[in-house]
């Protein structure tokens, strides 16, 4: 039963979850972030109350992932952090590179320049198009928070370096 519905939020929702954590980490390397994401809510499942949709619940716990995936980079040494990065560039052929769309490369800058609630509410909002009670859900705030903070945001961004509007 638990399985059966889990097995069919990730078939739904993987895609979602996968691309805010590319957003939300800022690497590509999220499989397995993904994969603990759906770990937890089977280990989770009977704190699921289905106040909200599956998917603002995943996307909750998506969010902590991230959340504590980030922490835990942030205990690496910058050692280690200029030896990881330096192996992601050369695992990129010619190609991959030349993909990253200018005009893309810069939004995820600015938005990964933003202070982390705003940074939350673009991803969620702008980015993956969210509504405003799916974010205000995962975020734990206020519809009216995640109005402003957005509001907010997306000033910020229009006055970045490439003038960005969601």
């Not at 769309?101 to 202070?115: G, H, M, P």
Request: net charge positive.
């Amino acid at each position: 039963m638990i399985s059966n519905r889990i097995s069919e939020w990730f078939y739904l929702y993987n895609k979602d979850i996968y691309h805010f954590l590319v957003y939300y980490i800022g690497s590509n390397d999220v499989e397995d972030l993904v994969q603990e994401v759906f770990i937890r809510a089977i280990k989770g499942f009977d704190t699921y109350q289905e106040k909200s949709s599956p998917k603002t619940w995943l996307f909750s716990i998506a969010r902590h992932v991230g959340i504590d995936e980030i922490r835990k980079r942030k205990r690496l040494s910058v050692k280690q952090m200029i030896r990881f990065w330096d192996d992601q560039t050369d695992k990129a052929t010619p190609e991959e590179i030349l993909q990253l769309n200018e005009n893309n490369r810069l939004l995820y800058q600015a938005v990964q320049s933003l202070k982390a609630n705003y940074r939350d509410v673009i991803i969620l909002r702008g980015i993956k198009e969210l509504s405003v009670s799916e974010t205000a859900s995962i975020l734990n705030w206020t519809e009216n928070k995640v109005r402003i903070t957005y509001h907010r945001a997306l000033k910020i961004l229009q006055k970045s370096e490439g003038g960005f509007s969601l």
